[in-house]
């Protein structure tokens, strides 16, 4: 059996503009509150970036965020609906989301 050597790159999203890779990892893990409730996403609330984000990966992709901040923002609640619809949203097993555990 041969080895294989595997390669990592690490960037922004911004560093992978114009560019695709087999398999994206994102984190997006961000859970601030500003003391009144509202959930802040910061440059996350870029439609460009998200726009990159999503069409960078030839084969998977793989989001890690909290998903009620992620939803606090209408262009990644769609996303959030529509990765969801499709059984795609896997949640961690303390999640309290009505697809948990899938």
Known sequence: M????LKADIRTVDGF????RELIV???VRANDDGHGWKQ????DDPHRMNVLL???????VVVGNRDTLASDELWKSWI????HHKLIVNHE?????????
Do not use: C, H, M, P
């Not at 503009?17 to 695709?20: I, T, V």
């Not at 069409?55 to 992709?61: M, N, P, S």
């Open 2 to 5: 041969s080895e294989r050597k």
């Open 17 to 20: 503009q114009g560019q695709e």
């Open 26 to 28: 994102f984190s997006a």
């Open 41 to 44: 996403i910061g440059f996350l």
């Open 55 to 61: 069409t960078r990966a030839r084969r998977g992709l």
């Open 81 to 84: 609906d529509y990765v969801d």
């Open 94 to 102: 303390g999640d309290k989301t009505d697809n948990a555990n899938q």
